[in-house]
Structure formats: C-alpha cells, structure tokens
C-alpha cells in the first residue's frame, strides 16, 4: 500500500491499515493530535475504525500547547 503520510510517500505492506496501526507502526505516541484521511477528520473513538488504503493522503499532526 502506497500513500501519502505528512506530504511524504510512505509505503506499506499491507492492504489497509487503521490510523492505530499506524500510530503504532510510525511510533507515533502524541498526547494531542489531528487526524486527517483525504480531508476528513478523524476523531480519537474512531482511531481503530478508521481505514487507510493505498493512495490515502494521511495527515497526523501533532498540537502542542503553549503560551
């Protein structure tokens, strides 16, 4: 599976993927994050529900807090 992951190709070797699954395989352990899959928010509950497949442009973007 092919896609995009924060502007970046990214290649995978599975079918699909959920978004946790690829937190998991990216390590990916943010407290605070967006996610995006073609555009379409994802929300927290979802994170296990929510199938990428090849040619998703994926966005995980990471929010910190400050001031």
């Known amino acids: 599976m092919d896609?995009?992951?924060?502007?970046?190709?990214?290649?995978?070797?599975?079918?699909?993927?959920?978004?946790?699954?690829?937190?998991?395989?990216?390590?990916?352990?943010?407290?605070?994050m967006v996610v995006r899959i073609n555009g379409r928010l994802i929300k927290k509950p979802e994170y296990n529900l929510a199938d990428v497949v090849d040619g998703d442009d994926v966005q995980i973007l990471h929010l910190i807090s400050g001031g």
């Not at 959920?18 to 605070?32: R, V």
Request: glycine share 0%.
């Open 3 to 32: 896609i995009i992951l924060n502007n970046r190709p990214e290649s995978f070797d599975f079918e699909k993927l959920t978004i946790s699954e690829i937190l998991k395989l990216k390590n990916y352990s943010f407290k605070m």
